[in-house]
């Protein structure tokens, strides 16, 4: 098992046929040997279509993204409505993607937003697993009509 250095100098002194070989790399963040498809990125070009060009690998990459949005909540938000605003119909059909994939927890969102505007506070979840049995009942004997 070949292990691509970690360091940028160090990878300035292989050769090209020596970096190509190499099947392993040392994440720089949590410093465990991974494989090179951990590391994200492929270039068809190469012999073997691997060019790990991040030092972190994919785990600890997302990790770092995750707190960089933490940090910046105000500007991923004003880039994410930006986004929604230029592509509504993209936006839409995705919603509608997830609705047509997850119709319990589409129930369960409607039911909590009635429960709340009626009762002004918070649905309990055993009233919540009632309510989506009695639908699903509901459903089963909709298709057996059928």
């Given amino acids: 098992m070949k292990v691509l250095p970690t360091s940028r100098s160090e990878l300035l002194k292989i050769s090209k046929e020596e970096y190509e070989s190499c099947t392993h790399r040392k994440c720089s963040i949590c410093k465990e040997v991974k494989s090179v498809y951990d590391f994200g990125f492929r270039d068809r070009k190469r012999k073997n279509g691997l060019v790990p060009r991040r030092a972190e690998c994919k785990q600890c990459r997302v990790m770092a993204n995750r707190d960089w949005d933490k940090r910046?909540?105000?500007?991923?938000?004003?880039?994410?409505?930006?986004?929604?605003?230029?592509?509504?119909?993209?936006?839409?059909?995705?919603?509608?993607?997830?609705?047509?994939?997850?119709?319990?927890?589409?129930?369960?969102?409607?039911?909590?937003?009635?429960?709340?505007?009626?009762?002004?506070?918070?649905?309990?979840?055993?009233?919540?697993?009632?309510?989506?049995?009695?639908?699903?009942?509901r459903r089963k004997l909709k298709e057996m009509e059928k």
């Fill in 72 to 137: 910046n909540i105000e500007h991923v938000k004003k880039c994410k409505k930006k986004w929604v605003q230029e592509n509504r119909e993209k936006h839409n059909a995705s919603g509608e993607r997830w609705r047509k994939a997850n119709p319990e927890k589409v129930l369960n969102a409607k039911t909590r937003r009635r429960y709340r505007q009626k009762y002004g506070e918070s649905v309990p979840d055993v009233f919540i697993e009632a309510v989506c049995m009695k639908n699903k009942i």
